[in-house]
């Protein structure tokens, strides 16, 4: 059976719905999307393994604070890189840093390529957690250079919804481009995954349910 892939306005419809039809809060969807994340990250590696999260902003950001949350739960040393200020956050994404900062979840802020060279040189696992399904063309300015330099790391690397610079709708990657081992997406595979010039930059796929009706799927999926 062929895999069903979504573009990134059908799962954007999901998320939408989920919401103003069903009742259900982002900051749910966000947990359940977020946990389902960690239960796989703890699944490949052991716990006295160092886990770098690599964090921008939106919602792809907040879906980070939320995985190393129940990383921490599930034993592993972790920490989340941001390269933006937190305060800059917003929404269920500045939520759920609060709650990581409250939980004491160690956190380092980099602003510039030295200290985020530092922050994430030792992790046996480094999860990217940059951009989301929702950032088009080339990652520009300290994104980038973030991006290069996760690429360097000697590490398993894992992409949370999307690789940070792949479109998910087209499957382009741009110039730089997060290479994951192993990418985690939410609801369905993106349409984009299934074009050549993705394959390089999303590794091994796996989709993680984020708890949204069976009933909304059934109308939104192809």
Not at 161 to 169: C, I, K, R, Y
């Amino acid at each position: 059976m062929n895999r069903t892939r979504l573009t990134s306005d059908q799962v954007r419809a999901v998320d939408r719905r989920a919401i103003e039809d069903y009742g259900m809060s982002g900051l749910v969807l966000m947990e359940n999307a977020g946990r389902g994340a960690a239960e796989v990250i703890h699944r490949i590696t052991s716990a006295d393994k160092p886990i770098a999260i690599l964090c921008g902003k939106g919602n792809n950001a907040g879906d980070g604070y939320v995985i190393a949350r129940h990383l921490e739960l599930l034993g592993h040393l972790v920490r989340v890189v941001s390269i933006v200020d937190i305060e800059s956050l917003s929404a269920d994404a500045a939520v759920n840093a609060n709650i990581a900062i409250k939980s004491h979840l160690p956190i380092r802020v980099a602003r510039d390529l030295e200290t985020l060279t530092r922050q994430i040189a030792d992790a046996a696992v480094l999860v990217d957690c940059v951009l989301g399904t929702g950032a088009k063309g080339a990652p520009r300015g300290f994104f980038g250079e973030a991006i290069r330099a996760a690429n360097d790391v000697d590490a398993i690397r894992v992409a949370i919804d999307v690789p940070s610079g792949l479109d998910a709708d087209t499957g382009e990657p741009s110039d730089p481009t997060f290479r994951a081992n192993l990418t985690l997406t939410f609801v369905a595979e993106k349409i984009g995954f299934g074009n050549e010039t993705a394959k390089p930059f999303i590794g091994n796929v796996e989709v993680i349910p984020i708890g949204v009706p069976q009933k909304l799927l059934l109308e939104v999926l192809p």
